[in-house]
């Protein structure tokens, strides 16, 4: 996919956040991509720190990479989907319902106090 552009938008939704904590420096961001994102851990950390070579102070990354998960229709069960087998764990219905694991979010971000 696309980690380079990703990881851009990821830089300026942090710029975002800069303008929040204004007296703060942003040290570390907390990353959740899913298995089925489509984005590469490894890909998107490279591109994350390319993209900040002249700055100062970077930010320092956190990817957690977070399983498929799914929620049944049919008995109402929630698990973990594993080797993209879509079908549930508990009744093998395929009337299921993708939950998790298919995005790229800002979990946490971490601020530390500017030194004067
Ligand atoms: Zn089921």
């Known amino acids: 996919m696309h980690e380079l552009s990703l990881a851009r938008r990821i830089l300026r939704q942090v710029e975002e ?36 070579v002249d700055r100062d102070k970077p ?3 956190v990817i957690n990479v977070v399983p498929v ?8 069960k929630d698990f973990q989907v594993e080797h993209y087998a879509f079908s549930c764990v508990l009744c093998g219905s395929t009337e299921i319902e993708v939950t998790g694991g298919d995005c790229v979010r800002i979990m946490s971000i971490t601020v530390e106090d500017l030194e004067v």
Not at 34 to 46: C, F, K, Q, T
Not at 69 to 76: D, E, F, N, P
């Open 69 to 76: 998960l799914a929620h049944c229709s049919k008995c109402q």
């Open 17 to 52: 956040l800069r303008n929040e904590y204004v007296d703060q420096h942003i040290s570390a961001v907390e990353l959740e991509v899913g298995l089925m994102s489509g984005v590469d851990p490894d890909i998107l950390a490279v591109s994350l720190q390319d993209e900040q």
């Open 59 to 61: 930010v320092e990354f």
